[in-house]
Each structure stands twice: as C-alpha cells, then as structure tokens.
C-alpha cells in the first residue's frame, strides 16, 4: 500500500525555498570555446552554499526525498576573518546537468521570491534544448540570448558582462557523410598507401 504522506511537506519545501532565495545560485555557465568546432556550450546548474552542517543535511534529506540528484563539496574558504582566525569550512552543493536541472527547477520555481526570474529563464532554457530531436544540435541564437540574459541577472559587484566573441556553430550534429567519407580515406591511405 502506497504511504499517503508527502515526500516532503510544505514547512519542508518552503523552507528550502527560502533558503535557495538567499543562498542559492540560478546558473547557465557558457564556455565560449568547447569541443572540436570550438563553439559555445551552456551548462545548466543550481548551486547553494553555507558553512551550518545541519543545514546541509536538512537540504540533502530534502533532496533525496523529492528525488533530485545532487554533489557535496566541503571546503575552507582562502584567506582570514577580519580577527585574524581562518574562515571556517564551508559546503557547496551543485546541482548540474540538464535532466536534473530540469527536475529541480520545475520543483521549486514555483515557490520562489527573489531567485523566480532566474529560474523561470532556466526553464525557457531547457525547454528550449527539450525541443531538439538530437541532444547534439548546436546552441542557438536564442538558447545563447538566454545565457546572457542570465549572466546579466547574475552579475554582481565588479563583475563584467561576456566580452568574449561568441561563434555559433550552425552544422547539423555529427559529421556530415562527405566528412565521413574523407576520413575512412585518409584512414585508408595510412594503412594501404595508394
């Protein structure tokens, strides 16, 4: 018999919810040069961070219960407080990936405050990459506008926006018969000479 109680309840949820709109990050990192065409890659990602170790175990039984994949990094922050004693250890958690950015994201947008455009514009973005037959096609103009939009949102202090040229590649996935061919050629040529 199935168990009629939720997963995880709404002081649970909303609590997160509260907790992502202050520590958490909405986030499309773009590598302007990935792969063997060097064009851009965008890589979804949800990142939260503290340093209370009961925190983090609350947001890991949350996630394990609402089935969302996630990665732990503990780590001591670089540098010294103000009185002279090192930063305590902190923890970071990642959520990366597309079917798991997916499955975070429309969990929680629906509950947010302050991070909800962010995370609405990770939704477009991922449902427009859902909307390619092939997983390989190459980032459009639109996919990439939604990456600087993004960066934009998430620019703080004296961070600058993307001045690097960004270069689509607009060849369909994999290569293409004529490329296929040309390889087994020179593949060929090295094994069998003329």
């Given at each position: 018999?199935?168990?009629?109680?939720?997963?995880?309840?709404?002081?649970?949820?909303?609590?997160?919810?509260?907790f992502?709109?202050?520590?958490?990050?909405v986030?499309?990192?773009?590598?302007?040069?990935?792969?063997?065409?060097?064009?851009?890659?965008?890589?979804p990602n949800?990142?939260?961070?503290?340093?209370?170790?009961?925190?983090?175990?609350?947001?890991?039984?949350?996630?394990?219960?609402?089935?969302?994949?996630?990665?732990?990094?503990?780590?001591?922050?670089?540098?010294?407080?103000?009185?002279?004693?090192?930063?305590?250890?902190?923890?970071d958690?990642?959520?990366?990936?597309?079917?798991?950015?997916?499955?975070?994201?429309?969990?929680?947008?629906?509950?947010?405050?302050?991070?909800?455009?962010?995370?609405?514009?990770?939704?477009?973005?991922?449902?427009?990459?859902?909307?390619?037959?092939?997983f390989r096609?190459?980032?459009t103009?639109?996919?990439?506008?939604?990456?600087?939009?993004?960066?934009?949102?998430?620019?703080?202090?004296?961070?600058?926006?993307?001045?690097t040229?960004?270069?689509?590649?607009?060849?369909?996935?994999?290569?293409?018969h004529?490329?296929?061919?040309?390889?087994g050629?020179?593949?060929?040529?090295?094994?069998w000479?003329?």
């Open positions: 018999m199935d168990n009629p109680q939720p997963k995880v309840s709404e002081i649970e949820y909303g609590w997160f919810a509260g992502f709109d202050g520590e958490g990050s986030i499309l990192s773009i590598r302007a040069k990935a792969g063997k065409n060097e064009s851009p890659k965008i890589q949800a990142k939260i961070s503290g340093t209370d170790a009961l925190s983090l175990e609350v947001i890991a039984s949350i996630f394990e219960r609402a089935e969302i994949g996630f990665h732990v990094v503990w780590f001591r922050p670089k540098g010294f407080m103000r009185n002279g004693n090192k930063y305590k250890m902190a923890w958690i990642t959520i990366a990936g597309h079917k798991r950015c997916r499955r975070f994201y429309r969990w929680i947008t629906p509950v947010l405050k302050t991070k909800r455009e962010r995370a609405e514009l990770m939704i477009d973005y991922l449902n427009a990459r859902e909307s390619h037959s092939d096609t190459p980032i103009e639109n996919e990439l506008r939604i990456a600087l939009h993004m960066r934009v949102l998430n620019l703080k202090g004296k961070a600058q926006p993307y001045q040229a960004l270069k689509l590649n607009t060849e369909r996935p994999g290569a293409s004529e490329k296929l061919s040309e390889n050629k020179k593949g060929a040529l090295a094994r000479g003329n």
